[in-house]
Nanobody, 117 residues
Framework: QVQLVESGGGLVQPGGSLKLSCAASGSVSMIYTMGWYRQTPGTQRELVADITITDMKKYADSVKGRFTISRDYVKKMLYLRMNNLKPEDTAVYYC???????????WGQGTQVTVSS
């Protein structure tokens, strides 16, 4: 089992920045990929960014050049630095972790990010 707890969401003006954090606990040594998804009411969750144990990163086209994902293996933390935020970035952001053996996905409870003037 892996437990994930997000923090760092909030209200920010357009053009502003936020840094989301995700603390992982439990069987963290089994995690292969960690990532961030986001969801707005009435829509499916979409991938924002993810990072593998080999440090390969993937970003949604809508956030490339503005968001940066990073992982601290010692502190068992996942981060998402979000710059130049836009109103369309408003969503609940979820931290996720994927294990290979056994193949399972784990999710945090989500943190709200609101971009508004």
């Amino acid at each position: 089992q892996v437990q994930l707890v997000e923090s760092g969401g909030g209200l920010v003006q357009p053009g502003g920045s936020l840094k989301l954090s995700c603390a992982a606990s439990g069987s963290v040594s089994m995690i292969y990929t960690m990532g961030w998804y986001r969801q707005t009411p009435g829509t499916q969750r979409e991938l924002v960014a993810d990072i593998t144990i080999t440090d390969m990163k993937k970003y949604a086209d809508s956030v490339k050049g503005r968001f940066t994902i990073s992982r601290d293996y010692v502190k068992k933390m996942l981060y998402l630095r979000m710059n130049n935020l836009k109103p369309e970035d408003t969503a609940v952001y979820y931290c996720t972790a994927n294990t290979v053996i056994p193949p399972r996905d784990f999710w945090g409870q989500g943190t709200q990010v609101t971009v508004s003037s």
